[in-house]
């Protein structure tokens, strides 16, 4: 069992920056796949980030190629999104999630997941 809690959210301005985290709970945490996902008012959750068991591999949604960076210190049980250049369409509930894999899983296949931080850009 993996408890994760996410911080870092706030109001920014567009074209600001946040860093958001998210601390995980247990021993395991090195063994997990971790992404980010986000969901905005009257839309579905949407796949931002994810980042393997080593942090040697990522992957991005189009939109926040280039200025989002997702990141992972094991020691620490702690994973991160750099936000940079954000734009009041980035405006959602970000949710950390996790998953006991060596790889990056498929956007259904995440375990557990946060109960996530409010991100508000303001134009």
């Known amino acids: 069992q993996v408890q994760l809690v996410e911080s870092g959210g706030g109001l920014v301005q567009a074209g600001g920056s946040l860093r958001l985290s998210c601390a995980a709970s247990?021993?395991?945490?090195?063994?997990?796949?971790m992404g980010w996902f986000r969901q905005a008012p009257g839309k579905e959750r949407e796949f931002v980030a994810a980042?393997?068991?080593?942090?040697?591999?990522?992957d991005y949604v189009d939109s926040v190629k280039g200025r989002f960076t997702i990141s992972r210190n094991n020691a620490k049980n702690t994973v991160y999104l750099q936000m940079n250049s954000l734009k009041p369409e980035d405006t959602a509930v970000y949710y950390c999630?996790?998953?006991?894999?060596?790889?990056?899983?498929?956007?259904?296949?995440?375990?557990?997941w946060g109960q996530g931080t409010q991100v508000t850009v303001s134009s």
């Open positions: 247990g021993r395991t945490f090195s063994s997990y796949a």
């Open positions: 999630a996790a998953r006991s894999s060596w790889s990056i899983p498929r956007v259904n296949e995440y375990d557990y």
């Open positions: 980042i393997n068991w080593s942090g040697k591999s990522t």
